[in-house]
C-alpha cells in the first residue's frame, strides 16, 4: 500500500506513519507544521520515519497547496491534520479552527473526489458530542459540540458524508477520544502532569477531577485507523474509538503518582470553556465491523507515557548542559 498520511509529524500521524512503514508499506507524508506547538518537536516525531526509503516528505499546506497529484499516487489517504484543542478554539484564534479543520478537510476531498476509489479514513473527535446524554455513547446520537473545536470536527464530518453521498468518495470516520501515549502534544493533560511530575512542580487540575474521559492508547488508535483503511463493506461508516474504560482524572494523577514514587501536589482551578464533565465511547459498531478491541489499559500506557516523557526530559537536559559549555567556551 502506498498511504498519503496528513499530519504526519503529529502526535498520532508519526506512530501511524512508523507503522505502516515498519509493515513494508509506502507512506507520503504531509505537514505544515502548524504553530500548535513548536516545530522541532514534530521534527523529533519525524526522526525514525527519515530512516525509511519508503517515506517521502511533503510539506504542504492542505488549505492551499496542489493535492491531486498527492492522493491519485496513493492507494489510501488518513486525514488526521488538523487544529487541535478545545480551549484555545475561542476568540481570534477560531479562524485558525476554520481554516485547518473545515476548509483544509474541503480541499482534501475535492482532491479525493478525483480518484473516488481510494479509501479516506478522516480521524473526528469525542468532542462533536458536547455534554452526552447517553453513557457509554453511541454514534448515533445527536451530536452537540461543547466547543468551537468540536464543532470544526463535525463540520469535517459532515463534508465526508457530503462527498461520498455525492461523489463516492469511499470515506470512513472515527471518532477518536482523548488519546494518551509517547509524544502526546505539550497541552494534554497527561503531558503536562507526567512533565509536572518529573520537574516537581504542582498539578493544575480546572475541576475537582472526579470528572472522566475514555482514555485511549495511541497504539490502539493507529490499529483502529489501519483496520479502517483494510476493512471492506463500511464505506460512510461512522465509530467510536475509545480505550474501553472511563477513568478520572483523580485516579490518573494518583497513577503518575505511583510512577515517580511520590504524592503529587495538585491544585485545583475553575473548569475551563468548552471542557464536559465526562466522556465514555460505546465502542461495539468498531468491535463488530473493524474486529477492533483496544489492549492497552490506562496503566501500561501511562508508565509507556511516563518513559517517553523521562526520556524527552533528559534529552531536553542534555541540550541544555551542551549550550551552557558552548557559551562557557
Known amino acids: 500500500m502506498r498511504a498519503l498520511v496528513t499530519g504526519c509529524a503529529g502526535f498520532i500521524g508519526s506512530h501511524l506513519t512508523e507503522s505502516l512503514l515498519g509493515d ?21 516525531n519525524l526522526e525514525q520515519a527519515k530512516d525509511w526509503d519508503g517515506f517521502e516528505f511533503v510539506p504542504i499546506d492542505l488549505a492551499r497547496g496542489d493535492l491531486f497529484d498527492l492522493v491519485e499516487e496513493s492507494d489510501t489517504v488518513f486525514h488526521l491534520a488538523a487544529e487541535p484543542g478545545t ?22 476531498l475535492e482532491a479525493a473526489r478525483a480518484a473516488p476509489e481510494r479509501r479516506f479514513v478522516y480521524s473526528s473527535s469525542s468532542s462533536i458530542y ?30 465526508c458524508d457530503l462527498y461520498r453521498g455525492n461523489h463516492g468518495v469511499r470515506t470512513v470516520t472515527l471518532r477518536l477520544f482523548s488519546v494518551y501515549g509517547p509524544r502526546q502534544r505539550p497541552d494534554m493533560a497527561f503531558n503536562i502532569f507526567c512533565r509536572a511530575a518529573l520537574e516537581r512542580s504542582p498539578i493544575t487540575v480546572f475541576g475537582d477531577g472526579s470528572q ?23 464505506d460512510g461508516q461512522v465509530m467510536n474509538i475509545g480505550g474501553g ?24 482551578q475553575a473548569p475551563q ?17 473493524l474486529a477492533f478491541t483496544p489492549e492497552a489499559t490506562p496503566a501500561v500506557g501511562l508508565a509507556a507515557q511516563f518513559k517517553w516523557m523521562q526520556g524527552a526530559a533528559g534529552r531536553a537536559s542534555s541540550a541544555r548542559n551542551l549550550a551552557q559549555d558552548q557559551a562557557a567556551s
Open 87 to 108: 480551549r484555545p478554539s475561542w476568540g481570534d484564534r477560531f479562524e485558525q479552527y476554520v481554516r485547518n479543520n473545515v476548509l483544509a478537510t474541503q480541499h482534501l
Open 130 to 159: 458536547g455534554q452526552a446524554e447517553t453513557f457509554p455513547t453511541p454514534e448515533d446520537v445527536t451530536p452537540r459540540p461543547f466547543s468551537p473545536y468540536g464543532m470544526t470536527k463535525l463540520s469535517g464530518e459532515h463534508l
Open 24 to 44: 513494508g508499506h509506502e507512506v507520503v507524508g504531509v505537514d505544515c507544521f502548524n504553530d500548535n506547538y513548536a516545530r522541532p518537536e514534530k521534527l523529533r
Open 245 to 268: 474504560s472511563q477513568v478520572s482524572l483523580n485516579e490518573a494523577i494518583s497513577l503518575i503518582g505511583e510512577l515517580a514514587s511520590r504524592k503529587l501536589e495538585v491544585r485545583h
Open 212 to 234: 472522566t474521559r475514555d482514555f485511549t492508547y495511541v497504539g490502539d488508535v493507529v490499529t483502529a485507523l489501519r483496520l479502517a483503511a483494510e476493512a471492506s463493506g463500511i
Open 273 to 289: 470553556h468548552g471542557d464536559v464533565r465526562d466522556t465514555c465511547a460505546d465502542a461495539t459498531r468498531a468491535r463488530e465491523l
